[in-house]
């Protein structure tokens, strides 16, 4: 098992910035992949970044490309989701994900564990 606890969201105006963190702890030598996901009131969740924990290769929607960036701290068994020029439309409830066998870093069915989620949202 594997425990994620999201933190950082909040309120920010539009072209702010935020800094999201994902701590993991439990059978993290298990994981391939991190996630972070996005769900806004009435749609479904997104994919928005991603990365390989042995590497750090890292994939981006192409939303978000250019001003999220998604990095690691694998002494720490963190995640960090840094969100710059943010947007009204970036307003949502952010997920950290991990998958042990992730082929399709994009697609959420992909991963295994989820956090509770943090509050990201952007005013106008």
């Known amino acids: 098992q594997v425990q994620l606890v999201e933190s950082g969201g909040g309120l920010v105006q539009a072209g702010g910035s935020l800094r999201l963190s994902c701590a993991a702890s439990?059978?993290?030598?298990?994981?391939?992949?991190m996630g972070w996901f996005r769900q806004a009131p009435g749609k479904e969740r997104e994919f928005v970044a991603a990365?390989?924990?042995?590497?750090?290769?890292?994939y981006y929607a192409d939303s978000v490309k250019g001003r999220f960036t998604i990095s690691k701290d694998n002494a720490k068994n963190t995640v960090y989701l840094q969100m710059n020029s943010l947007k009204p439309e970036d307003t949502a409830v952010y997920y950290c994900a991990s998958g042990r066998a992730v082929l399709t870093v994009r697609e959420r069915w992909e991963y295994d564990y989820w956090g509770q989620g943090t509050q990201v949202t952007v005013s106008s």
């Open positions: 439990g059978r993290t030598f298990s994981t391939y992949a």
């Open positions: 990365i390989i924990r042995s590497g750090g290769t890292t």
